[in-house]
């Protein structure tokens, strides 16, 4: 497994990881907003075929986007992503974001998420996804840990080490 890390490594905002294995299969972690201004064209991160339109390529599409919690900056371009790959998230971040239909039912949202429990691994292809619980603003933000080709990624969303649960 390696990863490409589109966005969020030297700022704030806009995270994106793609974890790809040896065979190409890929999963994308968060698809987020960037928080600095940037032209409409560079907005989505160039995930070969995450957002339509768009060549799909040889590599077709990701197996599945996995969001870490419900923030704008790790989140917010997720509506944006091919309704046909499947969404994976916190049951918190999964309420959050149903409450964001109500509320804002003009603004797009992603397709319901899948529910993905705290420290039960889950099969996604090749890769096994563990979400594991961390203190942060966002309701039950989830870091993930990915294992595939022997190698592992623990991907931390955000989390904060101060306040009631630090
Ligand atoms: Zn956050």
């Given at each position: 497994m390696h990863l490409v890390i589109h966005r969020g490594s030297h700022e704030i905002g806009g995270s994106c990881v793609e974890c790809v294995t040896d065979d190409g299969s890929r999963l994308v972690l968060d698809l987020g907003l960037p928080l600095a201004p940037v032209l409409r064209d560079a907005l989505?991160?160039?995930?070969?075929?995450?957002?339509?339109?768009g060549d799909l390529g040889?590599?077709?599409?990701?197996?599945a986007l996995l969001l870490s919690h419900a923030h704008l900056d790790h989140?917010?371009?997720?509506?944006?992503?091919?309704?046909?790959i499947p969404v994976f998230a916190s049951r918190g971040t999964v309420a959050i974001l149903d409450v964001n239909r109500i509320l804002q039912p003009d603004v797009p949202t992603p397709a319901r998420p899948v529910v993905l429990p705290d420290h039960v691994p889950f099969r996604i292809g090749p890769f096994t996804v563990t979400a594991l619980p961390v203190d942060h603003s966002a309701p039950d933000a989830q870091a993930l840990l990915v294992e595939a080709g022997g190698r592992r990624l623990l991907y931390s969303g955000d989390l904060r080490a101060h306040g009631r649960t630090g």
């Open positions: 989505l991160p160039r995930v070969p075929g995450m957002c339509p339109p040889p590599t077709g599409r990701p197996l989140a917010g371009l997720a509506p944006h992503a091919d309704p046909a």
